[in-house]
């Protein structure tokens, strides 16, 4: 991704200049029942980040959005698992619900889905606020984005 860096951060309205975290916290990779049994035991929101190895836009999280400090500081508020969509024994993602790659899926600590009003950036690049959607943040999301709807969903997720 070091080669597109320029042009995509230009395109998709990502200041070069927004801090980055200097370890940004893991994502473990398990099964969604254990990740559920420790939100419950945490008393901590869940994100599930579904994603499959052949998808490009998975890996852009990696690269662009998860190391964003903004973003990092607030996944830290959450009890965190990476899921191959692909490869999961449990089909989590078939289990949530959720549609399209990559998908992030809050959920309360009881497991239930948070409805929060959704926040991205529409094909011209404005960034626009959705009707309500429960329980998925869908497609590839810059971290001012993902920042904005992490805090929605915490203040939802309550």
């Not at 490009?56 to 400090?69: A, C, G, K, M």
């Not at 009707?131 to 998925?136: D, Q």
Request: proline share 8%; hydrophobic share 40%; charged share 30%.
């Amino acid at each position: 991704f070091a080669a597109e860096d320029a042009v995509f951060r230009a395109r998709n309205g990502i200041a070069s200049t927004r801090p980055r975290a200097d370890a940004p916290v893991a994502w473990p990779d398990g099964p969604l029942s254990a990740a559920k049994a420790s939100a419950e035991r945490e008393k901590k929101p869940l994100l599930a980040f579904f994603y499959t190895e052949s998808n490009p836009w998975s890996f852009r999280y990696d690269y662009y959005t998860l190391p964003d400090q903004e973003v990092d500081e607030l996944l830290r508020r959450f009890v965190l698992v990476r899921i191959d969509a692909e490869k999961d024994p449990e089909k989590g993602y078939a289990a949530v619900g959720a549609r399209g790659l990559p998908c992030l899926v809050p959920l309360t600590r009881k497991g239930e889905p948070v409805t929060f009003r959704f926040r991205m950036r529409d094909d011209t690049g404005a960034v626009v606020d959705l009707e309500e959607v429960e329980g998925m943040v869908t497609g590839w999301q810059g971290p001012a984005e993902l920042a904005e709807n992490l805090r929605r969903i915490l203040k939802a997720a309550r």
